[in-house]
Every structure is written in C-alpha cells, then in structure tokens.
C-alpha cells in the first residue's frame, strides 16, 4: 500500500522568509511525487512534479521541492515567502499506472505580513 | 482551471431529490476522474475513465452513478443522497489513466449541500 504523511496541519511564516511544507511518503517501488495548491473555494492547482532525474524539481510561482530517496521525503519550499502563497498545500504519491493518486491530508499555509 | 470546468459551482439538494453534476475538458485529455474533498479528509477518489471506460470504483455507494459519454464530458448522477455526501466535488482529467507520471489537472469543484 502507499501512503503520503504530512506532518503539519498548519505553517506559519512571514512575509519574505523562506517557506517549507513537508512531505514524506511510503510506497513499494519508485515514486511519482506531486505537489498541488488548493486556494479558498477552488480547485486543486498544479504547482509541480518528480517523475525521475534531478532531484530538485522547480515549480510555479517560485516553488520547488526536493525529492530525497533515503528519507522518502519530498518537501516543498520557497526562498521567499508571499502572502498571496497562503493556500492549502497536498503533497501525492502514485507508483505505476495500476495504482492511484494517493493525497496526503494537506498542510495550511499561512503567510502573515 | 480553464481548462477543466465544472458546473455547477454550486448545488443545495433535499435527500429525495435527482441531480446531476458536469464536467468537461478542454485539453484532449483520454482519461477522467471524479474525487470527493470532505473536511479534514484526505482526497477520495471516486472513479475513474479511460477513453469512456470506467476502470475504476472505488466503492462508491450507488447512489452516485458517473456517467462519461465522450472523453471530454463527466457526469455524476445524484439520487437519494445523505447529509454526510456533503462535500466539494472535484473533476479532474489526465492524458493517460495507466501513466503515473501523467498530471491530473482539477476543475472548480462542485460544492454540494445535502439537506
């Protein structure tokens, strides 16, 4: 089974710091990883994904993430944080085509001025 | 989200009503999907198509009937609901159903109140 852990239910950050949203997961195989953001009364919106190569994946908006095998981790982050980045943030995993997207349970981000 | 729409936004129903939510994309995708988004709960994914063949279902109750007539249109059938289907319902569609790098792209989602 596969599965996607976000350990924060909330991050909290100024304006102008950087930022980092964690992820880690549990597969049998070789990950795909997905990063989505949902803002209020939206859909989920694409920011970026690991599918194999480098590990340091860039995004939108200025996101990006680091897939790390060892600790199975795939956390996103943001040099400098905007106000506007304040949104729900779902980390994903899926391992082959047999297998669904599975959704961590999301980590809200919030930005303060 | 241009590129897959969802109407409508959204829909207050009693239990003994029918309704149905659409979806339809715009970017030639061959596979479909509908997930169910309630509070404080991970992502459920409901079913899936490939190419108007439903090829998943994860348990659904079958008070909820898809329906995917061409590979650009998702319809979800709603009949004799309860309170707890109340929830943002999410469309989303991909290139490939069977490639687990392809990316799934979501709608608006359809935030459905059941009364």
């Known amino acids: 089974a596969q599965s996607v852990a976000q350990p924060e239910d909330q991050v909290n950050v100024a304006e102008g710091n950087p930022l980092t949203v964690k992820c880690t997961y549990s597969?049998?195989?070789?990950?795909?990883l997905f990063w989505y953001v949902q803002y209020p009364n939206r859909g989920l919106q694409f920011l970026l994904k690991?599918?194999?190569?480098?590990?340091l994946v860039k995004g939108s908006y200025g996101f990006e993430a680091e897939f790390n095998k060892s600790q199975t981790s795939f956390h996103l982050k943001k040099p400098s944080a905007l106000v506007s980045d304040s949104a729900l943030y779902f980390c994903?995993?899926?391992?082959?085509?047999?297998?669904?997207?599975?959704f961590g349970k999301g980590t809200m981000l919030l930005v303060s001025p | 989200e241009t590129g897959v729409t969802q109407t409508p936004r959204h829909l207050v129903m009693g239990m003994t009503n029918k309704k149905s939510l659409k979806c339809e994309q715009h970017?030639?995708?061959?596979?479909m999907y509908w997930y169910k988004q309630s509070a404080k709960k991970p992502l459920e994914l409901m079913f899936v198509?490939?190419?108007?063949?439903?090829?998943e279902n994860n348990s659904v109750p079958s008070r909820f009937s898809p329906e995917c007539p061409n590979s650009s249109h998702l319809f979800l059938h709603l009949h004799t609901l309860q309170p707890e289907d109340s929830a943002l319902y999410l469309c989303?569609?991909?290139?490939?159903?069977?490639?687990?790098?392809?990316?799934?792209?979501f709608g608006p989602g359809t935030r459905l109140t059941v009364l």
């Open positions: 989303a569609s991909s290139q490939e159903a069977a490639r687990a790098g392809d990316t799934q792209y």
């Open positions: 597969v049998s195989g070789n990950p795909y």
């Open positions: 690991y599918i194999t190569g480098d590990n």
């Open positions: 994903a995993v899926r391992v082959s085509g047999y297998s669904t997207l599975t």
């Open positions: 970017l030639g995708h061959n596979a």
């Open positions: 198509y490939s190419l108007e063949e439903r090829v």
